[in-house]
């Protein structure tokens, strides 16, 4: 059964073209849909349109859905169209009627933005912090590390991407070339203090060599 149902069937050939690899795709979107629908739900419940031991009833029953698709046995059964779908069907056969009204007030545009800014927001924090790994890595087996420096402040950046490096890591300091003059004084006076430090120079600029 499909929520768009009026009662006759679609062409079939039309039907598969559109719905296409839909139900495959969007399991990715499964946990932002939960999460999103969990909002909703408290959001409905908080203007009087789902009541209080329905509310109870919901939270519990996306839970539980929740903790299929953190286990990876959610699915989106056939002749179901999507995910929104498929989480609407299980609410209602957990919670009666009150499963039917976790979409009321919103679109399928709605959903499908908020489950792609969701899923988005999430993938990009995993690439952060698998980056952030990647870099520690790097930085641990680097044998020279240099910073541009273009504002005194770098100087601090500086310093704390040396406590990353291995002790006999060579650290080098280079001038930003278009505030060459401006900055070359300081980190000179910088670098006579920390003697750890070296000072690149970009010979090739001085020989305007692109």
Known sequence: ???????????????????????ELDLYLA?????????????????????DEDRVALEQG???VYATVQSGEFTIDEGVEDVHSQV??????????????????????????VDLKLFSRAALIELQSGVKSLFNVLMQRADELKVIIQSEDDLNWAV?????????????????????????????????ENPVWN????THKFMHIP
């Not at 629908?37 to 349109?49: E, P, Q, T, V």
């Open 160 to 192: 704390e991407c040396s406590k990353h490096v291995k002790s006999k890591c060579r650290l080098y300091l280079q001038p930003e070339w278009s505030v060459y003059e401006k900055i070359i004084p300081t980190i000179v006076e910088w670098v006579k």
């Open 62 to 64: 996306l839970k539980d």
């Open 31 to 51: 946990e932002a849909d939960v999460l999103g629908n969990m909002a909703h739900m408290k959001m409905l419940n908080s203007i009087g349109l789902i009541f």
């Open 1 to 23: 059964m499909k929520l768009w149902d009026k009662g006759y069937s679609t062409d079939a050939f039309v039907e598969e073209f559109t719905v296409g690899r839909d139900r």
């Open 88 to 113: 609407e069907f299980i609410l209602t056969e957990k919670c009666g009627d009150a499963g039917k009204r976790i979409h009321t007030g919103r679109s399928r545009n709605d959903q499908v933005m």
């Open 199 to 202: 000072i690149s120079i970009q």
